[in-house]
């Protein structure tokens, strides 16, 4: 999947113009879960409809399969299979109702109907009406749906939404399994651990725009981008010494907190040349959710501009 | 396009909307067969005792007034001038049948009731197309839809086929209903079957331009449907059309009186419609005043297909373009 350019405005009641998606430029590389995150609000929904022909972008170009939709969607719908936002389907109909309209729609056998059914554990519900579902059953219907076609493109938009802890893990191992059987797997969520344990690249986007893309180690672990945390008898000296450096230092008692030195082995080398030496050294990793929180401007950065990897790298 | 119809057809058929729209204007129907029940009972032995009764009075009172005549002596009505009194004299006895509530025949009942059934149908079709492409609009099941099937011209050509078809039984079954149950009123009644006026061909071919009425209205719902998205919105444009097309209108402007839809659709299943048109001129006499007369105009079969047809396609234009051009949520 290739975005480039991408922007799509709504106009409220009272004519504002409001940019949903501002120029987005997306690579999604084929294979693998390919998290697509963002806040809410973020332009997340508005680019997958896009992406389905569901919404018309005022500017841009996308492809699937390098063929350029919407003008070709229908060329490649087939390949594709989608959910966007919750599960929607003809409520007084059918679990295998539904499933059964959808595959009549795209000309695949009804025995499909009864694997896929299978596949999500559903087959013993089918013929309950979609409305008596509960959310994750919705949710694993929506998934049989997109599967029905076989696909090789699977978008899932915040497919874990309103479900409970194990609804979450059955989702994400569905995820994962599909990613693994050769398919490519988008989703779009604001929960971020989920994204974390199961997608292999990841795109960021706030306010419309992408800001960040790359693999999740890449993201977690770009350079520089560590903190360091380090015990010692004079705090105010230590702080001196690193400060010197020109790191961001923060001292807590006997506690002294480092950002953006390249390394623990900096900080550690920098202390000893003053004759300052740590009791502790600790490395503070970064979980993708404070990445996730800096870039996307929910909290205020103390990082480098440089730590991630930059927007178009990937 | 073929599966995607096939689709859609399975879609309609399996929609419980559809037959209970169909259900309730057969419910409708069999009020309207009650009524014709009611109607045509025969009468009770208190009501033969009165006509009667009646009859017996008025012919008394008729030999008293005709008895003298046999004299042929025109004296006999001194108050009366004499061609009166002749006519008097010549006058005949009266009859027992007229004094009898006179019971129609069963074709009576129906084509006295095909007009009333026309607007439940012509209601119940336009809810089916409406129902058809609302419901999943509001369900959201038209964006998956359009997932599996992306070229909206498509859905939009199928899911209209579909409705037309669904109109079919909404139409059929009050007909088929209609005729039916007044035919068991007349042997319940002891009704004659008669003929309706231009024979019973005449009125199956009635009922075969209501067949094509019915789905042209789930047409039209069809197309307001995909313009407007919302039943409730739906139903509002629906309720000003009336209000605005259908009253206010005629009674505005009375040149307008052809352009209701009620009068099309009756000029195309009846054969013809008629509306008054008064026509003015200042009164000579009386400064300031006009004298009127009504002008009668005929609305021809052809011309009330044409402006329903006119109506159909406005709609379907609309939605067309509505569901090109929108995004779906």
Not at chain 2, 19 to 28: I, K, N, R
């Amino acid at each position: 999947m290739r975005v480039r350019g991408l922007r799509k405005t709504y106009r409220t009641f009272s004519l504002r113009e409001v940019v949903a998606v501002d120029h987005l430029d997306l690579t999604v590389p084929a294979g693998g879960v390919h998290a697509f995150l963002g806040p809410n609000g973020s332009g997340k929904t508005t680019t997958i409809r896009m992406l389905l022909g569901l919404a018309r972008p005022d500017a841009g170009s996308v492809h699937l399969f390098g063929t350029p939709v919407p003008e070709r969607l229908p060329d490649v719908i087939g390949r594709v299979g989608a959910i966007v936002e919750n599960p929607k389907f003809v409520p007084g109909f059918s679990g295998r109702r539904n499933l059964r309209l959808l595959a009549t729609a795209v000309d695949v056998p009804h025995t499909r109907v009864e694997e896929v059914l299978e596949r999500v554990g559903l087959r013993d519900r089918g013929v309950d009406q979609f409305r008596r579902y509960s959310l994750g059953m919705k949710q694993r219907l929506a998934i049989a749906a997109t599967l029905l076609k076989d696909p090789d493109l699977l978008i899932f938009d915040e497919p874990t939404n309103g479900l409970d802890p194990e609804g979450i893990r059955d989702i994400r191992a569905t995820m994962r399994g599909l990613a693994d059987e050769g398919r490519t797997v988008l989703v779009s969520s604001h929960i971020l651990a989920e994204v974390e344990q199961v997608a292999d690249t990841v795109s960021v986007v706030a306010r419309g725009r992408l800001v960040a893309e790359g693999t999740v180690a890449g993201l977690l672990a770009g350079e520089g981008s560590a903190r360091v945390r380090v015990t010692v008898a004079d705090p105010a000296r230590a702080h001196a010494l690193l400060a010197a450096r020109g790191w961001a230092v923060q001292v807590d008692g006997r506690t002294v907190e480092v950002a953006g030195a390249p390394g623990p082995s900096h900080v550690n080398e920098a202390l000893a040349r003053g004759e300052v030496f740590a009791d502790e050294v600790v490395v503070l990793r970064r979980d993708l959710e404070s990445v996730f929180l800096e870039l996307t401007g929910a909290r205020p950065s103390t990082v480098r501009p440089d730590a991630v990897a930059p927007a178009g790298a990937a | 396009m073929t599966r995607l119809l096939r689709a859609e057809l399975a879609r309609a058929r399996a929609r419980p909307f559809v037959w209970f729209v169909s259900a309730g204007v057969v419910l409708g129907v069999l009020g309207l067969v009650l009524s014709g029940w009611w109607e045509s009972r025969p009468p009770s032995a208190a009501q033969v005792a009165a006509a009667d009764e009646a009859y017996r009075t008025d012919l008394a009172a008729w030999q008293e007034l005709v008895a003298p005549c046999d004299a042929d002596d025109p004296s006999v009505h001194p108050d009366l001038p004499p061609e009166q009194a002749s006519a008097v004299c010549a006058s005949r006895p009266p009859v027992p049948e007229r004094y009898q509530e006179v019971r129609p025949d069963v074709a009576a009942l129906v084509v006295e009731r095909l007009p009333s059934v026309g607007v439940m149908l012509t209601l119940g079709c336009l809810m089916v197309g409406v129902g058809l492409v609302t419901a999943d609009f509001a369900s959201g099941a038209m964006g998956t839809w359009l997932t599996f099937a992306p070229r909206r011209g498509h859905v939009f050509v199928t899911r209209l086929a579909s409705a037309a078809v669904a109109a079919v039984p909404c139409v059929v079954a009050p007909l088929v209903t209609l005729v039916l149950a007044l035919l068991a009123v007349g042997v319940v009644n002891g009704l004659a079957v008669g003929e309706p006026v231009g024979g019973w061909g005449e009125l199956l071919a009635t009922a075969g331009r209501w067949l094509a009425v019915g789905p042209a209205f789930a047409a039209v719902g069809v197309g307001l449907a995909f313009a407007l998205r919302h039943a409730a919105a739906v139903t509002g444009v629906a309720v000003w059309w009336v209000a605005a097309t259908e009253s206010a209108l005629p009674l505005v402007l009375p040149e307008s009186r052809w352009l209701p839809l009620s009068t099309n659709v009756s000029a195309w299943t009846a054969g013809s419609a008629y509306y008054v048109v008064p026509s003015c001129v200042p009164d000579p006499a009386h400064a300031g005043e006009e004298l009127c007369d009504p002008v009668l105009h005929t609305v021809s079969a052809g011309q009330g297909a044409l402006v329903v047809l006119v109506v159909v396609a406005v709609a379907l234009v609309g939605g067309w373009l509505s569901f090109r051009l929108r995004d779906v949520a």
